[in-house]
């Protein structure tokens, strides 16, 4: 009996000796650090300049003989916007003729397209010449034809461009300005 209370001893006391070897180790360890930096940066923003937006010009109405005409031009420094409205002269005569055909004149819409020298040519060359004075056909192909009336035809008339005060006044202007623009974007 003394060795089985012996054997009971001894295992009770075998699992006390291996639990006693599990205990945790501690080590105590300490670590200071210190971080310097230093740096230079630089940032350099690019961004485009203001935009001069040009006007918009509508003529968009069928009844107008207009035509719209606008620009822009932005420097670092100045940005200019310009629009303005141009006649368009041979619609108002197409307009002119056609309104004087509708209302029953014809020989009046006839005499007004006649104003155009190729229009004029063509009719001379068609053997129906555009009226003269109030005269049509035959006399008024002779009036035509007589020399002293040959500084009114319109196809003797000097080939230069016929522009009006106004848009000789505008295309002055826009010159300058244009001009102007071009010293600044030198």
Do not use: H
Request: proline fraction near 6%; hydrophobic fraction near 40%; charged fraction near 20%.
């Amino acid at each position: 009996m003394f060795r089985k209370l012996l054997f009971v001893a001894v295992l009770f006391f075998i699992p006390n000796i291996a639990l006693s070897q599990n205990d945790p180790i501690v080590t105590e360890n300490y670590n200071e650090s210190t971080v310097d930096t230093t740096s230079e940066s630089t940032t350099t923003v690019i961004s485009p300049p203001p935009s001069a937006v040009s006007p918009t010009i509508s003529a968009s109405n069928s009844d107008l003989c207009t035509v719209g005409v606008s620009g822009a031009v932005q420097t670092q420094i100045l940005g200019i916007s310009s629009g303005m409205t141009i006649r368009d002269m041979n619609c108002e005569k197409l307009k002119n003729a056609t309104t004087l055909y509708n209302m029953g004149m014809k020989v009046a819409a006839v005499s007004v397209m006649c104003q155009d020298p190729r229009v004029f040519q063509a009719m001379m060359d068609a053997g129906t010449p555009c009226p003269f004075d109030g005269k049509i056909g035959e006399e008024a192909k002779e009036a035509w034809e007589d020399p002293d009336n040959r500084d009114l035809r319109p196809d003797s008339q000097s080939g230069g461009i016929d522009i009006d005060k106004e848009t000789r006044t505008t295309l002055i202007g826009g010159t300058i300005v244009i001009g102007l623009l071009a010293i600044l974007l030198l």
